[in-house]
């Protein structure tokens, strides 16, 4: 006699949000279903160790969907279910994973779903009806459970011969809603994929029937559908370069074969194997907000999370790849998972390995570091800014400058190790290029003193660099800045007495130029060039450009210095128009501020003024 039994409250609760689900990926379930199973034959099969009443078999796992009935069966020979278990089991939710998605859950954010170990209620997403025939070597007879998954489910004793569990799917037709047609999950080519997606490797085979027509005769053939050993689980011996290059960009959808593969495993307290892959090419989203970081994380060769994000920290954003580890539970929430003391402590390991990765390739593999830091530089360079600099330590020696005397990338200890021997500082300058850097007037004085100079051509430079302040205790400098330690002390004398002798002129430029700039000085770093622009304390004018293109941008000024050489032809024929008229001076002193910041490669503020200025100065000059 079928016996009706009601669902506990809090399976109630479950089976509404699956039965009335329009979360997309319903695909799920087979997962669930096949997870189930595998974790049976893992259980008959160690139980036969030591209960020798238990049989050892083949263990296998089928799935047989039948197109003409619309139904999909899940068989397996498992350990099966006694009749308690079936109502322990499938009546209450004892499981934690489905009880936190329970409590974390409502019909909003169902899109969640994918993340939760949310089992075997999940069937009731594709399903209307679940039949479960089921034989325990614990149970003399055989069961048959069977619901629409709405508030109650019948048992019944049935004839089962063989142990273990078949579920089937009385699948939903058509969901309105989504115009999703249920019945896909009849098609062998469905099936075939979905187990690739989720369970390739689970342990078992996952069996089904084929039909093959050829030359006109049918015949029917057993399939294989998952590959049962995952490769990160075979030794590294066995594994061609080329299967690992194929499941990478497989696995995660990269043309390319990837530039560096780190395949680790880890056994003891804490037990994990982590294939991790270094893309050629940044993926074209890599900068936008758009792109997420994560690795695949599998429990024991099943397949939980596509894209966790919590085993590696964002500076090494660029690696994809996957964890399986047995210490995960497959039945876990995203939630639980963030906080998850297992997951730390792998993310603690992998970000020392990747990072030893990273070390060891710069050193040995130049040229691959050398297309890695092309292509992820930023990544790493914000890594350092990021966070007031937590993480420079652990960043510092991976990045890459070129100098004005190196067109190779040095590395700041490659920096410090070849500085002159009183050099106390490591000089850097900004600019678009470096074309436009060499060109600086500034660097007149690092050339004459032979003095090494970083380029810094990207925008994230300066700002990294305000926060490292220092590598391995040598203070950062730029070159453009207005306070730079490179002049002796007799040249100190010799420009004190010049601005002596230069005051009255000097105050006059000073007063033409008082809205555009902070201060006016001579100066001693230029040979070449008459004049330069430089920057006080704070922000630089590079830093300038870059946050004024930003959104938002507030009214962001650097403080403007403007030094003119006291040695140069121009500032002589200056005197001699400045005793002459002192009014004309108005006019040069603007001149010379727009053209320095031509140089600087800022734009000019008032372009009809300097023309204006430029046209006077032409004509005057024919008069
Ligand atoms: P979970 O797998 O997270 O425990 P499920 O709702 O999927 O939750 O399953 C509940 C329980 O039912 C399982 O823990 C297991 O004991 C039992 N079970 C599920 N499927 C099978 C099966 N195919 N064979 C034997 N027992 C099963």
Not at 22 to 47: C, G, M, V, W
Not at 205 to 215: A, E, L, W
Not at 302 to 330: H, M, R, T
Not at 508 to 514: S, V
Request: charged share 30%.
């Amino acid at each position: 006699m079928a016996k009706t039994k009601q669902f506990k409250t809090e399976s109630k609760k479950l089976l509404h949000l699956m039965t009335h689900s329009i979360y997309t990926q319903k695909e799920i379930f087979l997962r669930e279903l096949i997870s189930n199973a595998s974790d049976a034959i893992d259980k008959r099969h160690f139980l036969s160790l030591t209960d020798t009443s238990i049989p050892a078999e083949t263990y296998e796992i089928w799935i047989t969907p039948d197109e003409v009935n619309n139904t999909l069966i899940i068989t397996d020979n498992g350990i099966g279910f006694t009749e308690e278990e079936l109502i322990n089991n499938l009546g209450t939710i004892a499981e934690s994973g489905s009880k936190s998605f329970l409590e974390k859950m409502d019909e909003k954010n169902l899109d969640l779903i994918g993340q939760f170990g949310v089992g075997f209620y999940s069937a009731f997403m594709v399903a209307d009806e679940v039949t479960v025939e089921t034989r325990s070597p614990y149970a003399s007879t055989g069961y048959k459970w069977t619901s629409n998954g709405e508030t109650s489910y019948t048992i019944d004793e049935i004839e089962k011969e063989t142990l273990g569990t078949t579920i089937t799917l009385n699948l939903r037709q058509d969901d309105e809603e989504n115009e999703e047609t249920f019945s896909t999950y009849t098609k062998p080519y469905t099936l075939r994929s979905l187990v690739k997606k989720y369970s390739d490797y689970v342990r078992y085979p996952i069996n089904m029937m084929v039909t093959n027509k050829k030359d006109e005769k049918e015949s029917q053939e057993v399939e294989t559908l998952n590959q049962m050993v995952p490769i990160w689980k075979r030794s590294k011996a066995d594994i061609k370069d080329e299967d690992m290059n194929a499941f990478y960009k497989h696995q995660f959808g990269d043309y390319e074969d990837p530039l560096k593969v780190i395949h680790t495993s880890v056994e003891g307290m804490l037990t994990y194997t982590a294939l991790l892959f270094i893309p050629k090419k940044a993926p074209y989203d890599f900068y936008s907000e758009k792109y997420e970081k994560g690795l695949q994380l599998y429990s024991k060769g099943v397949f939980i999370q596509d894209k966790n994000k919590d085993l590696f920290p964002d500076y090494f954003k660029f690696v994809k790849g996957l964890v399986d580890s047995a210490d995960i539970s497959l039945n876990i929430s995203r939630e639980v998972l963030q906080q998850n003391h297992q997951v730390k402590k792998i993310a603690a390991h992998l970000e020392k390995k990747i990072k030893s990765e990273l070390e060891s390739m710069l050193l040995h593999e130049k040229e691959t570091y050398l297309t890695f830091y092309e292509n992820y530089k930023n990544t790493l360079k914000y890594g350092i800014y990021e966070s007031f600099g937590l993480n420079k330590e652990k960043l510092q020696d991976l990045i890459l400058f070129k100098t004005n005397k190196s067109d190779d990338y040095l590395t700041l200890k490659e920096y410090i190790e070849r500085k002159q021997i009183d050099q106390h500082a490591i000089y850097y300058a900004t600019g678009k290029s470096k074309q436009s850097i060499l060109n600086l007037p500034q660097m007149d004085i690092m050339k004459d003193k032979d003095l090494e100079v970083l380029l810094f051509t990207d925008e994230i430079d300066e700002f990294m660099i305000q926060v490292m302040q220092s590598y391995n205790e040598v203070p950062f400098k730029s070159i453009q800045q207005a306070d730079t330690d490179l002049m002796d002390e007799t040249k100190k004398e010799d420009l004190k007495s010049k601005e002596k002798d230069n005051k009255d002129i000097m105050k006059a430029i000073k007063k033409a130029l008082k809205d555009k700039v902070k201060d006016v000085k001579l100066s001693y770093r230029l040979k070449e060039s008459a004049v330069c622009l430089v920057s006080g304390e704070g922000i630089s004018m590079e830093m300038e450009k870059v946050l004024k293109q930003m959104p938002n941008a507030k009214d962001i000024h650097a403080d403007k210095i403007l030094e003119i050489n006291p040695d140069h032809e121009l500032f002589q024929a200056l005197k001699v128009i400045y005793e002459k008229d002192e009014k004309k001076i108005n006019e040069y002193a603007s001149i010379l501020y727009h053209q320095a910041l031509l140089i600087e490669g800022l734009p000019i503020e008032d372009p009809t003024e300097f023309s204006n200025h430029l046209v006077k100065l032409m004509i005057d000059s024919s008069k």
